[in-house]
């Protein structure tokens, strides 16, 4: 076992590969003062005396219990370019990642954050809510390591999983997409004829193709916002549209109030650029009003730094759009390398109406503006990844009294109806009763699709999903 300090105190059991487990707003002392004897472990207290803004001064005593609620995070492990998934488990809306007994290891989807924390390619769209209860206080019939109480019904399913998969999960019309492509870049194409920096996307070189998308801090896509990178040998251009925000049937005026360069344009309606690489990022913004702010440092927003750059902005009731032109003069001048480069994007939107910020393409920890890593930029589309075929196993179990027939769907991936007529409560015998669906023989090169079809009033449900390759390492 493994103590020390990351912001809180954490801990690590290297013998089960547990993945790191944080005591939130609980800090161990800058001296080490996490003590394991006698099959304890003391933390005495060590924040009263310290100006960080933790919210618990208190000692700490842990002894060991077995609970199912027992949830960590995983870091983020290399990856050869052009790695592909094989396997994977999400466990739909939980809190953190657990290994099974038999090993397997399953990873909260939509994914919790911390920096360096492993990420997962996947988004959603459709409205869909994540709810979960506490598996230590929920029995689920037929789950692995449960004993039924006498009368309670059982699984129809063998090898279902441990409770705490079936304690939470998705509601809703869910469709989802998988990236097999861990680490897809961000396309820039090269473009004949520069566009004209004016902000109204006319140009032939933006012509929809390689769209960048935007995501919640959940992961789910807003369709409404997307950007494209373009280059020739002078510079590397940003075009970005942005639907508005309705509010009873009419577009939300934008927020432009800032119109000083170098203010704080992050309370505008706004366009956040990171570029960069090896630790730096040089950071841009563009309002809505047209002001400009750029600021050159480690991860942060400064300090402001003046670099040369160019920017236009569009804005019409219904539709904001920008053009960004950034030359590769100023990147080398920064000493950031071409190849090397990485880019994350931000919108922020202060309307009132939908989530304040979006991004491309991993969530980002705004309290302490800390980002998860830049996603590399390629100069040329990325070649599809061969077609493999797939195994999917997907788990479900009904929480809230319902009757059978009362929530009925079906479930479609890659397109294709693959089981009809899903009736989870009528299926598995009762309520709190894991069931699962196995799908065998679904092809997919680039990306793998989920939906959930609604045929009843009641929305569909998921607790979790499997998938692994078949011939792969299983």
């Not at 924040?47 to 060991?64: D, E, G, H, R």
């Not at 409404?224 to 940003?238: G, M, P, Q």
């Not at 302490?368 to 040329?380: C, D, E, N, Q, S």
Request: glycine residues 10%; aromatic residues 8%; positive net charge.
């Amino acid at each position: 076992m493994l103590f020390f300090r990351a912001a809180a105190a954490g801990f690590c059991d290297l013998a089960n590969d547990s993945g790191t487990h944080w005591l939130g707003q609980v800090r161990s002392g800058c001296w080490l003062n996490t003590i394991a004897a006698g099959g304890m472990v003391l933390m005495p207290e060590g924040a009263s005396s310290c100006t960080c803004p933790y919210n618990f001064q208190t000692s700490v005593a842990l002894i060991s219990a077995k609970r199912y609620e027992n949830w960590s995070l995983f870091p983020e492990p290399p990856a050869g370019a052009g790695a592909r998934i094989r396997r994977l488990a999400l466990n739909l809306g939980a809190v953190g990642d657990q290994r099974d007994g038999e090993g397997t290891l399953w990873l909260a989807y939509p994914r919790p954050f911390r920096p360096g924390t492993l990420v997962v390619p996947c988004f959603a769209s459709g409205s869909v809510k994540y709810d979960r209860r506490n598996a230590d206080d929920l029995p689920i019939g037929g789950a692995r390591g449960y004993k039924p109480r006498r009368g309670a019904p059982t699984s129809p399913s063998r090898n279902a999983g441990p409770p705490w998969i079936y304690t939470s999960g998705c509601t809703g019309p869910l469709r989802a997409e998988l990236d097999l492509r861990l680490d897809r870049p961000a396309v820039a194409l090269p473009c004949t004829e520069p566009p004209k920096i004016d902000g109204r996307l006319d140009d032939a070189c933006w012509n929809g193709k390689s769209p960048l998308r935007f995501s919640t801090d959940e992961q789910v896509l807003d369709n409404r916002v997307v950007a494209y990178l373009r280059y020739d040998d002078k510079n590397l251009y940003v075009g970005f549209r942005r639907e508005a925000s309705i509010r009873n049937g009419k577009p939300v005026p934008w927020t432009m109030n800032e119109k000083q360069k170098d203010g704080p344009l992050w309370r505008d309606d706004s366009l956040n650029i990171r570029l960069g690489g090896g630790g730096r990022v040089m950071c841009l913004f563009v309002s809505a009003s047209g002001a400009m702010y750029d600021g050159l440092g480690k991860q942060s927003a400064g300090p402001h730094w003046n670099g040369r750059w160019d920017s236009a902005v569009q804005v019409a009731p219904g539709r904001l759009t920008m053009e960004i032109a950034i030359p590769w003069a100023t990147v080398e001048r920064v000493k950031f390398r071409k190849k090397r480069l990485g880019i994350r994007l931000h919108s922020y939107n202060h309307t009132g109406v939908g989530p304040e910020m979006v991004q491309f393409k991993y969530r980002t920890w705004h309290r302490v503006g800390l980002y998860a890593r830049l996603v590399p930029i390629a100069y040329k589309p990325v070649p599809a990844l061969a077609t493999r075929t797939y195994r999917t196993r997907l788990h479900f179990a009904e929480l809230e009294d319902v009757k059978p027939g009362e929530r009925v769907f079906d479930v479609k991936l890659q397109g294709k109806t693959v089981l009809t007529a899903v009736d989870v409560v009528k299926e598995a015998g009762g309520q709190d009763v894991a069931i699962i669906k196995t799908v065998d023989g679904i092809e997919a090169a680039d990306t793998l699709a989920l939906e959930l079809v609604p045929r009843t009033a009641l929305p569909p449900i998921l607790s979790a999903v499997e998938i692994t390759e078949l011939g792969g390492d299983e």
